[in-house]
């Protein structure tokens, strides 16, 4: 298989040099993941435009990652675990929390509702079980939640695309394994 590095911000087009160093101001480091969508301007800018977006969505912060954290398991994801997992950890998340999110499951409803979801609709391409879209209604979710949910879903899945396809350097501390194989 082709060998992907991560390209330097001197290595990308000025559009995307312009993006990194909007990026490097705004959390202090441009992201392999992100340096690497980079090999496109039109991909970076518009993943990070979508991205953006979801944080006007019906989730907060911590369960934004919380669903991350599930979809990035689910695809194998190893960049977007270890990512997810340090963001989960600095919204207030233990170590132990992030591997049960991982797993698709919380012992809060509210998030195991998000999580098993979230898992489903990764793991099933898009056609989860009735009874877990109804228990994620049963949390108190309508309909405008279960569409900013997919859109998390596809916001996760396309940088852990990425990663599985090109294979780049972690540059965040690699997240534990979790005991549960999962489901192809």
């Given at each position: 298989?082709?060998?992907?590095?991560?390209?330097?911000?001197?290595?990308?087009?000025?559009?995307?040099?312009?993006?990194?160093?909007?990026?490097?101001?705004?959390?202090?480091?441009?992201?392999?993941?992100?340096?690497?969508?980079?090999y496109s301007a039109n991909a970076l800018d518009s993943y990070?435009?979508?991205?953006?977006?979801?944080?006007?969505?019906?989730?907060?912060?911590?369960?934004?990652?919380?669903?991350?954290?599930?979809?990035?398991?689910?695809?194998?994801?190893?960049?977007?675990?270890?990512?997810?997992?340090?963001?989960?950890?600095?919204?207030?998340?233990?170590?132990?929390?992030?591997?049960?999110?991982?797993?698709?499951?919380?012992?809060?409803a509210r998030l195991n509702a998000i999580v098993a979801l979230a898992k489903e609709i990764t793991?099933?391409?898009?056609?989860?079980?009735?009874?877990?879209?109804?228990?994620?209604?049963?949390?108190?979710?309508?309909?405008?939640?279960?569409?900013?949910?997919?859109?998390?879903?596809?916001?996760?899945?396309?940088?852990?695309?990425?990663?599985?396809?090109?294979?780049?350097?972690?540059?965040?501390?690699?997240?534990?394994?979790?005991?549960?194989?999962?489901?192809?």
């Amino acid at each position: 298989m082709r060998k992907f590095e991560v390209p330097t911000r001197e290595q990308v087009a000025p559009a995307a040099q312009a993006i990194f160093d909007g990026v490097k101001q705004k959390i202090g480091m441009v992201p392999n993941i992100y340096a690497t969508i980079g090999y496109s301007a039109n991909a970076l800018d518009s993943y990070l435009t979508f991205q953006g977006a979801q944080a006007k969505g019906s989730f907060n912060a911590k369960e934004r990652e919380a669903a991350a954290l599930a979809v990035a398991q689910a695809n194998g994801c190893s960049y977007c675990q270890a990512a997810h997992t340090a963001i989960g950890k600095m919204n207030g998340f233990s170590e132990e929390e992030t591997l049960n999110l991982r797993a698709g499951k919380s012992e809060n409803a509210r998030l195991n509702a998000i999580v098993a979801l979230a898992k489903e609709i990764t793991l099933k391409h898009g056609r989860p079980s009735s009874e877990t879209v109804e228990n994620f209604f049963a949390q108190g979710f309508n309909n405008a939640a279960l569409m900013d949910l997919v859109l998390l879903v596809a916001d996760n899945t396309v940088t852990n695309y990425v990663n599985n396809i090109t294979e780049i350097a972690i540059d965040f501390p690699a997240a534990k394994p979790i005991e549960e194989a999962v489901e192809a």
